[in-house]
């Protein structure tokens, strides 16, 4: 590669990576179309008949933070593990290592182009937020703890992505899976027309330990710095981390039998 032996992250890995991200058609379907669609879509449809101005905004501004939920779900927890399986399927990680490559590199550098993605899908859904939707402008300490969220947030999405991979291996089973996992993030993170309010007791119970959920329904409140109980979002991101640990260490653990 031209570089240093022992580099964990290396320039040219991180292009490599890049070029097999932005060939996956999943993460700009999932990860960016329909996050942009979606928010101008479902923001004009709920304000239309609002004449309060003021209020719209407020609609407007609560789900399109809520939305924003869906790119690193989309293009990390989908993406990277839909891709990961794929490779595994085809033994490009032990190709790799004919090449003096590790898996620990490989990982990486991979999470670095993930996150590189992910921070340029966000800007692109903040442009067209800015343009098509009366977007209310953020205190400054919501601004940077909706970024801080987000990321910690997509940290865990590429655990639990790795992890599942890992443990399926399969490509057409961890598609599947992933999509499965979303599609339920976006019904119980109350994306799909039904309101946390207006979900079932059983519902809102699972809803309550979903990280989503608290980016779709108070996230508003943070962003125009209203005082706010942090306690059950660090918890429902606590359990998301806890899942996705388990399943990382039960994928490790396999993969040292065989």
Not at 44 to 68: N, P, Q, R
Request: charged share 15%; aromatic share 14%; with cysteine.
């Amino acid at each position: 590669m031209g570089e240093k032996k022992g580099k964990l992250i290396t320039k040219s890995m991180i292009l490599y990576e890049l070029r097999n991200v932005t060939g996956n058609p999943f993460v700009h379907i999932f990860g960016v179309g329909m996050p942009v669609l979606m928010s101008i879509l479902i923001t004009h449809m709920v304000t239309m008949e609002m004449s309060d101005a003021a209020m719209a905004k407020t609609v407007s501004t609560s789900v399109f933070l809520g939305i924003g939920a869906l790119i690193p779900l989309a293009t990390i927890l989908m993406g990277y593990s839909v891709m990961q399986a794929q490779d595994l399927e085809k033994g490009i990680p032990e190709r790799l290592k004919l090449f003096g490559i590790k898996n620990s590199v490989t990982i990486c550098n991979r999470a670095v182009s993930e996150l590189i993605f992910m921070l340029a899908a966000f800007l692109i859904y903040f442009i067209a937020g800015s343009c098509f939707i009366g977007l209310e402008a953020p205190v400054v300490s919501g601004w940077v703890l909706y970024a801080f969220c987000m990321v910690v947030f997509s940290v865990l999405c590429f655990i639990m992505a790795h992890g599942l991979a890992c443990l399926l291996k399969k490509f057409s089973v961890t598609y599947c899976g992933v999509m499965i996992i979303y599609f339920a993030f976006m019904i119980f993170g109350g994306m799909m027309g039904v309101d946390y309010e207006n979900m079932p007791g059983w519902m809102q119970g699972v809803a309550k330990l979903l990280p989503v959920t608290y980016f779709n329904r108070d996230f508003y409140e943070i962003w125009t710095g209203k005082a706010y109980d942090f306690m059950p979002m660090v918890q429902s991101f606590l359990l998301f981390g806890a899942v996705g640990g388990i399943l990382l260490f039960a994928a490790l653990k396999r993969g040292e039998k065989n």
